[in-house]
């Protein structure tokens, strides 16, 4: 049995970006893997009548479930008719790494997916993103594809270097492969420690700033390809106080630095129309859970700890909406 997007009620990415990239602004991709995880961002886009982008990761279908997840991103359309704003969901594959992951999804209503070839040689990174594109296109399904690595891990592949897009590449590739959307590595990377504190400048407060994006490569690339939907990930900015916060109630992160919010406000205003952020969420929630577990020693309700770290996630996502991306209002 196959399941069409269209008939659980999602989008595909298709306008959302062509209207974010004309007015400035980017959408919301929030990774989720669970219930609450899926209610905050639910619940925050609403409130900010934003967009939004639900992120489904391979590792995340494995630990939550295929025919759980599209039911749930099917529910996720009635329930923000519930909350009483109806708001464009797209349900999008995040690195995807293989045509099968793909097509699989897209036969269980998603609406996007991405095909990461960036870790196979350029030739091969065009010839398996066309096929994922031949297959999508045909089910009105939106493809991401990927060009430059970006260091950290993604899903099981680690890299522990990042190469920068190559702006002469992208004219080539977005021709060859009719992709939708372009995923693209100017200094960023996944997880919560994104630079080691050497790359960084310490201030006296010992506040680590790090080496500035690329922007010279996204302008080079904008000029190559003007007004092509382009996707910053590795978008976290790893807020110091949750980090604190994680680490006063037991925690142990160390040199935790991320994406300045002021660096994404840029990019965002940009034709940069897609945000990744998943590491964020993750900061919010377990400061929540672990301040409700010092705090309250004897609560033993999972709802007593994951009802503040939804609370939180909400929180933290209705703030990039509103104060980083600009999409709040645009739903
Ligand atoms: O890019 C991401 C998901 O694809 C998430 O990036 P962060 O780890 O910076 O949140
Ligand atoms: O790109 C990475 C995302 O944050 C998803 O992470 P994950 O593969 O651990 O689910
Ligand atoms: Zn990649
Ligand atoms: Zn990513």
């Known amino acids: 049995m196959t399941v069409s997007y269209k008939d659980l009620g999602l989008v595909n990415s298709k306008d959302l970006f062509a209207k974010a990239v004309a007015g400035g602004y980017a959408i919301p991709a929030y990774n989720f893997n669970n219930l609450e995880q899926l209610q905050a961002i639910l619940q925050a886009c609403v409130e900010t009548k934003s967009p939004v982008i639900l992120q489904v990761s391979s590792g995340a279908r494995k630990y939550a479930n295929a025919t759980l997840l599209r039911n749930m991103a099917k529910g996720a359309v009635e329930y923000v008719k519930e909350l009483g704003y109806e708001i464009p969901i797209v349900l999008h594959l995040d690195h995807g790494d293989t045509f099968e992951l793909c097509k699989d999804c897209i036969d269980n209503g998603f609406s996007s997916v991405m095909i990461d070839g960036s870790h196979h040689s350029y030739e091969e990174n065009v010839a398996l993103t066309k096929k994922v594109v031949e297959y999508a296109h045909a089910h009105g399904v939106t493809v991401e594809g990927e060009l430059g690595v970006l260091a950290g891990v993604e899903d099981d592949v680690v890299a522990e270097k990042s190469t920068y897009t190559r702006p002469e590449e992208v004219e080539d590739f977005v021709a060859k492969t009719g992709v939708d959307s372009l995923a693209i590595s100017i200094g960023t990377s996944h997880g919560a420690n994104k630079f080691t504190p050497e790359q960084c400048t310490k201030n006296e407060d010992g506040v680590l700033t ?12 904008e000029k190559r390809i003007p007004g092509f939907p382009i996707v910053l990930h590795g978008s ?9 916060t994680i680490n006063q109630f037991g925690g142990a992160l160390k040199d935790a630095v991320g994406i300045p919010e002021e660096w994404l406000r840029k990019a965002a205003k940009s034709a940069v129309c897609k945000i990744n952020i998943d590491s964020d969420g993750r900061l919010a929630m377990t400061a929540a859970i672990r301040k409700v577990m010092a705090e309250k020693p004897g609560e033993f309700d999972p709802r007593k700890y994951l009802g503040p770290a939804r609370d939180s996630l909400k929180e933290l996502y209705k703030h990039k909406n509103e104060d980083v991306l600009g999409s709040a209002g645009q739903a």
């Open 210 to 221: 790090p080496p500035m994006l690329r922007f010279d490569i996204l302008e080079e690339i």
């Open 236 to 244: 976290s900015s790893v807020p110091q106080d949750q980090v604190a």
